[in-house]
């Protein structure tokens, strides 16, 4: 299935897998889906991933994490949209939450959270807010 916006996909199969309390949940995998489970791996908001080596496509796995039965990721929201794009410099970086989420930028520097983005001095296109 061909989908308009995979990352928005990728974001609503994890939002979905939270709200079932699914251990893991299967993705389509790419190089711009496996950066960004990379990114909220090192955040601490899943567990780990890994690629399913499949005969078709290769499947993201992302194992997702819970504390005491809650899940780390409380919401995920896209940003830049292909009908949209939205873009920051480096110096209108956004905070999620009182600094609580962290935004995700695709930038010259490949994808970078806010905080790594403000510490490289680099703006970008901002991908989606995790909190």
Same mark, same amino acid.
């Given at each position: 299935m061909h989908t308009t916006d995979?990352?928005?996909?990728? *974001?609503?199969?994890?939002?979905n897998a939270v709200?079932?309390?699914?251990?893991?949940?299967?993705? /389509?995998?790419?190089k711009m889906k496996i950066s960004l489970a990379e990114i *909220?791996?090192?955040?601490?908001f899943i567990r780990d991933y890994n690629v399913v080596e499949d005969n078709k496509q290769n499947v993201l796995r @992302?194992? =997702? !994490?819970?504390?005491?039965g809650t899940p780390s990721i409380t919401g995920m929201k896209r940003i830049s949209?292909?009908?949209l794009k939205s873009y920051v410099g480096k110096d $209108? =970086? /956004?905070? @999620? =939450?009182?600094?609580l989420g962290m935004a995700v930028l695709s930038t010259p520097k490949g994808l970078l959270t806010?905080? !790594?983005a403000k510490? $490289?001095?680099?703006g970008g296109e901002i991908i989606c807010h995790v909190w």
């Open positions: 995979p990352i928005a996909d990728f *974001l609503t199969r994890i939002r709200k079932a309390k699914k251990k893991f949940v299967d993705i /389509p995998s790419s *909220l791996k090192n955040n601490k @992302v194992h =997702l !994490q819970y504390v005491n949209k292909p009908g $209108e =970086l /956004p905070r @999620v =939450l009182n600094g806010g905080k !790594q510490k $490289e001095a680099v």
